[in-house]
């Protein structure tokens, strides 16, 4: 393991702690323009109800005089009854519709859904890379994907910046060497993605979180070995989902993000729960940074054996039960199968 130089450590710790700084500031001044922009838009209001109470003379003398010249004038009047009626169906129909929002929005709030992304647009990757940036300061991050690539190392993803600035971390990624990780490389049939490949990508998010293990976070890192489900990431109140389809790359897929509230129905509450429960399994070993084995423990958590990370691994889970076959309870009642894909 690299280990850094007190003087680098010192260096990194005193950007760590400015950035932290610069992300609190912008957030103060972010705040004080919203309420700048709330007390311009009442303002606004304001005027426009002050212009019309003060047009409502002009505007009900021209109404009485157009009036007077179409009273006796049928052809006019149709019209003007036909343009009253369809005025008043687009009014109801709108007001039903205003009311199914909000009967919608209400079950989505119940639910703990704050925002929906269908696609990663430019402009969707950047709110979902404000917002991580802004929970993800001085938390423990954690997170359940794949291989980690598009989540951890590349420059562009969800969590490469928000991890230098966590005060942990605790991951789980699947086993590159497992049957699950072949089948979903088959599943998703690009020819220019192997399991080579991402065997590589994940040798490269484990280079990370050992460089952020040797500046002083507290990193763990566990393989499982069924196919992916969903990929997770939880930040404070925060929690971004997205799913593992089986034929179809996860950047395809929408994102979804909830946050905690206080209803025990709150999908943030279940998907919480979910993480939990697998990242305190017995059957999901844990990577040692420092040796590069699998440490499989017990009920107890008392370590049993270790495996060294690689393609012995492999063969290692053969005649091993996968807990892709089991449920996974997530409280009363309830429980989650994953499905090989």
Known sequence: MAVLSPFKRLYVTQSATREFVFVKAFARIRAIMNGLGQIGYHLAVLLLSASIALSLPAIAHTFLAYWAQVENDKTSLLILEAIVASLLIIFANALRLAFGDRALAKMAVDAGLVSYYPSHAPRARKTIQQLKQTQGAGRTVMAIGSSGYGTLTDQVGDLASVLERCTGAKILLVNPYSPAARARISAIADPDYTVELFQQEVRQSIELLKRLRAIGKSVRLKFYSDPPLVKLVILGD????????????????????????????????????????????????????????????????????????????????????????????????????SQPT
């Not at 209803?263 to 070993?285: A, C, K, M």
């Not at 940074?289 to 290692?316: H, I, M, S």
């Open 238 to 337: 925060y929690l971004w989902l997205q799913h593992y389809h089986p034929d179809l790359n996860i950047r395809t897929m929408p994102e979804y993000v909830l946050k905690h509230n206080s209803n025990d129905h709150g999908l943030y509450t279940f998907y919480y729960h979910y993480f939990v429960q697998r990242w305190g399994s017995h059957e999901i070993p844990e990577y040692d940074l420092d040796t590069d084995e699998l440490v499989y423990r017990g009920l107890q958590g008392k370590e049993k054996r270790r495996v060294p990370f690689g393609p012995a691994e492999e063969t290692d889970q053969v005649g091993v039960p996968s807990p892709s076959l089991r449920p996974i309870t997530l409280g009363r009642g309830l429980s989650v199968h």
